[in-house]
């Protein structure tokens, strides 16, 4: 692997495009949460026109956008955050872990918020986190002594 890539700015783009992406859904209306695999219930609420909806997804957005704005903090772009070391463990822990589980727990549970979301939905979305999750750790291990 190219060893002039700077992991933590690739990461930082992901949970940009990821918080970019959740805005967009919002815009999209309720085929857009259901093509994403918000699930049945998410897109008759978007059809309804729910603010609880849009207030969740759009801090799902700022969460994102604050996960982006940490990577870039440890990448050098952006001045040392508080906590840095911490939060960018945090948050490579939470991709991975849910990448991990998210592979696992359609088949052990029928919860009914898991069993609305589909199959596909479940193991492409495990796949990204854990793959967003991989690129977080390689920078974190790359950039470990100036964290």
Known sequence: MNSNIDFLKVAGILSFLTAALHIAIIFGGPEWYRF???GQDAAIQAEQGSIRLILSTLFLAAIFATWGLY???GSGILPRFPFLRTCLILITVVYLARGIVGFIIPFVTNHPRITQLSIGF???SSFIC????LVHLKGILDRWSSL
């Open 71 to 73: 990577a870039w903090s």
């Open 130 to 133: 854990l793959c967003f999750g």
């Open 36 to 38: 994403f695999g918000a």
């Open 122 to 124: 479940m193991m492409w």
